[in-house]
């Protein structure tokens, strides 16, 4: 025999149930079948809640009561045989008779006891069970039989315990003489031995089903709901999570306890001593294999699940008159007992100055009180302190029996966890290790079970979450190398890299599954309007692992927000020069911070665009070696303008040239001032471990002091044009030396200066072509031949490609 119960999504509805009624014809082919079913599926919830309002005299209990007499009586229109349904519909009416006469009474009497509300909850079953056995025996050899007349329980109405010596000896005899393929049985309910109805708390259906398969010994337990088996995490939250193929029943228990509601701990235990296989499959997947449960584990992960609880608690008490002290644990215990608090986590302190307890939030108050009640005496002595009440708490528990056996798990735990700044508030870990626990901030229990999932179960493929501020030339093509490397970054680098927010002046689009980008540019388009809070707030509140915000943009006000986005320990990947060339105080308030929090901020492409300028310096520095002279050509724009400019040409158009090849700055004025070639050497000078100030720069200027005070492109560009004569200059007094114009960048001596410089045919700078860079460091080690480094520097392309290689660099952190 086997024993099988569907759930309330299972027999939710006509359709459903004849799903239900296929799979029982499919099993009762080969063997006897006992069949437990839920009440259809929310048919409880409305049960109590019109008892509730009827012992409440609100008149809108009826509405309920009809709305589930409704249901029941179109799922027997629907599926019962023409020939019997007025018989199957007046025993139904006459129940629902009997149901109405029990609300009439709550609403009179304004009253609804345990006993009533034992009795009115469990009508769901009574009604679903008779009207699906009639529905069965369309097709099969099918009767019903009344659990109350099988399970005999105490006379707590509520959660009733069961007298198994009674229940099996009832429940053996029935079925020894049954001689229909298939029972359908009621769920839940049960009766005391002086025949009052009972019920048997949350999960009652499943435990129904259990004492039936233990107290007859049957080849297995399959329990079908609306998932396929029992998951490595929830899979609501996380994406990944899979179905467990094999798991054991201390395994199941565990994961249950903490939150997997496919099935309930009390569900277990009848069979376990029997050791009574357990199947849980899916309803709508039957051909899906789902998840056996026997006393064996399966494969040899030692990690089985991640599972958690939402609306915990956490109550502290502590106080040096603790330490020492016996009884302390009793009567704190005994307290809780008391006033009906379920414990769902316990952790002292082997100093024995603080004991903690996670509770529901639903109990805390009544707990506090309880606790402060019972340590009255040693509050008011100052020997404890008052009860510490957190909320707002979730617990988040890695199970596996085989977790004793291996090594490091909690370290791979909290440090995936540290990583992504996810605070533990307490820890608790069982002697038998096949459970670790911590209670977290509810607020992160999404990032840190998908965090611990992609640390246990995933193939070590790590997510970056982006969050992209500027989408012009550079944030265009950043995108679009994003999109074309994605499978190669997950198949070489085992990264899988989303964009799940971008961001212009004017919108913001958010996707919590990633970004669609063959259609970004409409998707932003109609996003919401934006300003830096609130896509910083957005991209807080997702609270997503990996996360990396990434500013394409040149604009001063995005530089000032990296310190939120670092203290939130969310990465900050940035060409944007100005915060690393900000005031001192600031840069170093910024390096401090990402320290601080262990979170990459990477500005790479601040010097020299795709180039592995600060990379390199930065090893360097490391290594031991000493940067004692910088010389370098910064300016990709300024070094395309004039090996281009000449007696044949305006500086006008070769300046325009450089704007349109996207080389300037939106603002070309910036590149042509020196304004950020100064910045540059400020950032390589500080980088090189030394103290400066932008203001400290000496800057000279090639530009006449009109096209300076311009505040526009359109007014800077005409006086580019109304001073041509003295662009001719320039360059017709270095070609009469032979010499090329060449904007430098030098630091020595702890000072800094950029400026125009005629470079002679013997110069590493000559012969720099293009919008290429070049650098030359002067250290310990490279004294008199430079460590050099050349390369094209400017351009979105290659800057977009830079920003790429440090997002990369922060998947590898």
Known sequence: MKVLKFGGSSVANSQNINKVVQIVNNLAAQEQLAVVVSAFGKTTNKLIASATFAAQSEANYIELFNEVKEHHLQVINDLVNEAKKEEVSAHVQKLFQQLHTLLEGCFLLKEVTPKTMATISGFGELLSSYIISEVAKNTLNATYKDSRELIITSNVFDKAQVNFTVTNANCQAYFSNNPHQVTVLPGFIAKTENGLSTTLGRGGSDYTAAIYAAALQAEELQIWTDVSG?????????????????????????????????????????????????????????????TLITKESGNSNPVKGISHIENITLLTLEGSGMVGVSGISKRLFEALSNKDVNVVLITQASSEHSICVGIYDEDADKAAKAINEAFDIEIERRKVNPVVIEQGLAIIALVGDNMKNHQGLSGQMFSALGKNNVNIRAIAQGASQKNISAVIDSNDAKKALNTLHEQFFEEKIKQLNLFVTGVGNVGERFLAQVHQQNDYLKEHLKMNIRVVGISNSKKMFFDNNGIDLNNWKNLLANGEPTTLDAFFNKTKQLNMRNSVFVDNTANQQVSEVYENYLRTNIAVVTCNKIACASSLDNYKTLKRIARKYNVPFLFETNVGAGLPIIDTLKNLIASGDRVHKIQAVLSGSLNFVFNNFNATTTFHDVVAEAQKQGYTEPDPKIDLSGVDVARKILILARESGYELELEAIENNSFLPADALTTTNNADFYASLTAYEAHFQQLFKAANEQNCRLKYVAEFANGKAKVGLQQISADHPFYNLEGSDNIVLFFTDRYP????????????????????????????KN
């Open 230 to 290: 029992m998951f490595t995490a929830n899979p609501s939250v996380v994406k990944q999570a899979f179905a467990i193929p094999q798991i054991s029943y201390q395994e199941a228990m565990e994961l249950s306890h903490f939150g997997a509601k496919v099935i309930y701990p009390p569900t277990i235990q009848p069979v376990l001593e029997t050791a009574i296989p357990i199947w849980v499959k899916n309803t709508f997947e039957p051909e899906n294999p789902g």
């Open 784 to 811: 008199v031949q430079p460590l050099q480094i050349k390369g094209a520097g400017a351009g979105a392309d290659v800057t977009a490609s830079g920003i790429f290689a440090d997002v990369i660099r922060t998947g």
